[in-house]
């Protein structure tokens, strides 16, 4: 009788596939799969450079944070390693360079279709990625509009007191804390450009500083959200738009049935649209890496028109929240093209600067050379000196040597306090504006008609245009006075508005 023997089960040293073989393989699948993930981010991120330097010429900007030319090189590194790593030990060389070689093409090819399928998109990135944050040089940065005076220049009467501003000591605040310090010294140390204090109709102080001069070129930021503002008045006086309780969809019907058929042109003018729209303020987590935010959008991207006619409602509707919004000054300026039948930046030279008797060209930025739509929600550029003019006209109530530019009704409308400011219109919480209604030295705080303001107790206020970087135009009715700061940076001063009602209240 034949014997059987069956086989035995393998040990586990016999396995076919060895606990060696297992961790092997594991390491490198993760290794692959890290390599392709760095290949990815470096072709991101250095794909996202080139774009700006074919489009834009440049390359990023040095003052972005962290910089990009650092970020791209780590991640050059990282990957380079990576690479090497799964040459070494699990790969070819050449067949990990094939695998890298064919993604690289094939992200190109994505990348280039992209590009001209969305040009605007496209722009806009090479644009953060160039241009980084903001600066007062950003006027040399996007097209422009000119706006020409052939009047005959105004100027000021001079009365200038060196001896009183160069002595005067100011109260400031810097993070939170109350500090004193000698104006002049202070406006060197905080990077001013342009110092102006203009009372009963002359020119009490005129200081440059930083490299600046009298001609010197600066842009308003925000400030030209109140130019706009006046722009509407004059459009209204002139019967152009019929009134600021007119729907938005009247004179934008693009917006029709889209739950912002209630929005009016006042509600635009309030900055309590209902219009949707989240500050890099309110952003957190991973969504802050992201450059399309409402702030980035509706300021550096090339089709402003296209942008603002795509907003869509919050969930609080018209007239319920104040919540500061660019869109706003946007609509507001297509409102006004499309009444005006002309570019922004000539209405503005035919109702203000040339009646002003404005002594210098300006110009106001526009979004770019195909769209020529002037950014209305800021950069107008000219000079401290004619700014000064502007504020000399709200001042007067719009009326400029017995001539009225504006009718004193849009000024009284635009730029006095509610009767109630702490109750009229509920202030969107945990933003940068959200402070500026707490009582302080200068009074309680509100906004009107694209115009910041303080209510004294004694019912008098002030007003004040108020730009990006600390830019100012502070306007005293009770004092007959007119203040003007421009500068690089906001940095040591936390509310130059207080800087510059400190000033006006020393001068006799």
């Not at 849009?410 to 509920?426: G, L, M, Q």
Request: with cysteine.
């Amino acid at each position: 009788m034949k014997t059987v023997t069956l086989p035995l089960p393998p040990t586990a040293a016999q396995s076919p596939l060895r606990l060696g073989d297992a961790l092997r393989v594991l390491l490198a699948g993760v290794s692959w799969a890290l390599l392709m993930a760095m290949v990815l981010l470096t072709a991101l991120g250095v794909g996202w450079i080139l774009l700006g330097m074919v489009l834009l010429g440049a390359g990023p900007a040095a003052d972005a944070d962290p910089p990009p030319l650092v970020v791209a090189l780590v991640l050059l590194v990282i990957t380079g390693a990576l690479a090497w790593v799964v040459a070494r030990f699990f790969a070819s060389a050449r067949w990990v360079g094939f695998v890298i070689d064919s993604t690289l093409v094939l992200l190109l090819v994505a990348g280039v279709t992209w590009t001209l399928s969305a040009p605007d998109r496209a722009l806009f990135l090479a644009r953060d990625i160039v241009w980084g944050p903001s600066d007062v040089w950003d006027y040399q940065k996007f097209p422009e509009r000119a706006v020409y005076s052939t009047a005959p220049a105004f100027h000021f009467e001079q009365s200038l007191r060196p001896e009183l501003f160069q002595t005067m000591t100011v109260e400031y605040k810097q993070g939170g804390q109350v500090k004193q310090a000698n104006l002049e010294e202070l406006l060197k140390s905080t990077q001013t450009t342009s110092f102006i204090v203009i009372k009963d109709d002359a020119i009490l102080y005129e200081g440059y500083f930083s490299g600046y001069n009298r001609d010197s070129i600066v842009t308003s930021f925000s400030m030209a959200k109140s130019v706009t503002s006046a722009l509407v008045g004059i459009a209204i006086d002139e019967g152009r738009i019929g009134s600021v309780d007119d729907p938005v969809i009247y004179y934008l019907p693009e917006l029709r049935g889209r739950g912002l058929d209630g929005v009016t042109i006042r509600h635009l003018l309030l900055m309590a649209s209902g219009i949707r729209y989240v500050s890099d303020d309110e952003i957190t987590g991973l969504a802050e890496l992201s450059p399309f935010s409402d702030d980035g959008l509706s300021y550096n991207y090339p089709n402003l028109r296209s942008q603002a006619l795509a907003v869509a409602p919050d969930d609080n509707g018209p007239g319920a929240e104040f919540n500061y919004n660019n869109y706003n000054p946007t609509l507001l300026g297509i409102i006004l093209e499309r009444t005006t039948h002309m570019p922004v930046a000539q209405y503005l030279r035919e109702k203000i600067w040339e009646p002003l008797g404005m002594e210098y060209p300006a110009s106001w930025s526009l979004d770019s050379e195909a769209s020529g739509f002037e950014a209305t929600l800021c950069c107008l550029n000219g000079r401290a000196i004619d700014f000064a003019k502007f504020g000399r006209l709200f001042l007067n109530n719009g009326n400029w040597n017995g001539k009225q530019i504006i009718s004193e009704q849009w000024v009284k409308e635009s730029t006095s306090p509610y009767p109630n400011p702490n109750s009229d219109i509920a202030w969107r919480a945990n933003t940068w504006f959200s402070d500026w209604r707490e009582a302080n030295a200068s009074g309680i705080g509100y906004y009107k008609y694209q115009w910041w303001g303080k209510l004294r107790p004694d019912g008098s206020y002030d007003f004040i245009a108020v730009g990006h970087l600390g830019q100012r135009i502070y306007v005293s009715p009770q004092n007959n006075a007119v203040a003007v700061r421009f500068g690089i940076s906001d940095e040591g001063v936390d509310a130059w508005e207080e800087v510059l009602a400190s000033v006006i209240a020393k001068v006799p």
